[in-house]
């Protein structure tokens, strides 16, 4: 065989390589796409699945800065300004079982106050739910279930109740328009008498509620086994689209005692009731205007209103006003507070 043939040899080996390969059935292919995140839109915005799990997670957060002149809660303090930054991250992760979803939800918070060169962390929000029930850290039902004292800055000079405490609580939703809500929370949260030896029980609230199209009514009730009396409150919301309003009044069952459902403000007094109201007018998509007013069976008064203006999706800027009369103690003040902050 000369040189010549042992080239045509080859390169009529080569020619017919792929025909061959295709007749043995190997195909080389293509590597596919790798999908990394898989997005899990069945629990709301911005879920995805982790990993390798059946669990689906949300990630958020927010970061504000808020400088204030003068404090509506201390007005018998030196007066002055302060600026406050706080930052909080919001993880969220939810699995479908056979219970319903099995829900954690998390909250991370980290303050700074440059009056007092002091940063601190906290953990306001650390709680499981499932079919109905809740345990863990969260807001007191007596405040977060029939809802806050409007949409201002400081809604609460006039106080309304605890705020962030451990429970355990079941919602209840008649999917008629009725709904209410079992919570038994712990008694060591108040501060009236933290180091007393009588927690010998958690405080239950009890709350109904009913629903019909833009109108809402909701009654809850708060026994403070410490102090051994508690509080009732009312409100009705009603909620228009562009202007939703609301009205809530508390009774105390003693007005001569501060307790953990009705505690009262900084002059150490409550009265046997106390009232709020407020309303939000949404002038357009980005700009709604607040305000609230409150007063108490001992005189006091707050007035306050502020603007929401959301500059750009998720960036938000709110200037606010506001005016306490402690007739008690004899004094007035006025507030102001500018509040910065972007969600994510």
């Known amino acids: 065989m000369n040189i010549r043939s042992l080239l045509l040899g080859s390169i009529a080996s080569l020619s017919v390589a792929p025909s061959v390969s295709a007749v043995n059935g190997v195909v080389a292919l293509e590597p596919e796409p790798v999908e990394y995140v898989h997005i899990c839109d069945s629990y709301g915005k911005g879920y995805f699945y982790i990993p390798g799990a059946e669990t689906c997670m949300q990630l958020g957060g ?74 863990g850290r969260a807001g007191s039902q007596y405040n ?19 705020i962030k405490l451990n429970q355990l609580s079941y919602f209840y939703d008649g999917g008629n328009g009725i709904f209410g809500v079992v919570s038994i929370e712990d008694s060591l949260s108040t501060n009236l008498n933290p180091n007393s030896a009588d927690h010998y029980a958690p405080d239950p609230v009890v709350g109904l509620g009913y629903k019909v199209g833009p109108w809402s009514l909701r009654v809850v009730g708060g026994y403070d086994s410490v102090v051994e009396e508690g509080a009732i409150k009312a409100r009705v919301d009603a909620d228009f689209g562009l202007l939703g309003a609301f009205l ?33 007018v949404k002038i357009n998509d980005r700009l709604s205007w607040n305000t609230q007013f409150a007063y108490a069976d001992n005189k006091t008064f707050q007035a306050a209103s ?39």
């Open 62 to 135: 927010m970061v504000r800065t808020q400088a204030s002149s003068y404090n509506p809660y201390a007005p018998v303090e030196p007066s002055g300004t302060t600026w406050l930054t706080r930052s909080e991250l919001y993880i969220n992760a939810t699995t479908d079982t056979e219970f319903g979803p099995l829900k954690t939800t998390t909250t991370l918070r980290f303050d700074y106050t440059d009056d007092s060169n002091t940063m601190g962390a906290d953990l306001p929000v650390a709680h499981i739910s499932l079919g109905g029930f809740l345990i």
């Open 144 to 162: 977060d279930w029939i809802g806050y004292a409007g949409n201002v800055i400081n809604p609460d000079v006039i106080g309304n109740g605890p």
């Open 248 to 280: 809530m009044g508390a009774w105390n069952t003693d007005g001569s005692k501060i307790n953990k459902f009705a505690n009262g403000d900084v002059t150490g007094s409550t009265g046997d009731w106390a009232l709020w109201t407020g309303s939000t």
């Open 306 to 344: 502020n603007v929401e203006w959301f500059v750009t999706r998720d960036l938000k800027i709110e200037p606010e006003v506001s005016y306490v009369n402690y007739d008690r103690i004899n004094v007035d003040s006025w507030a102001g507070a500018l509040r910065v902050q972007r969600s994510f």
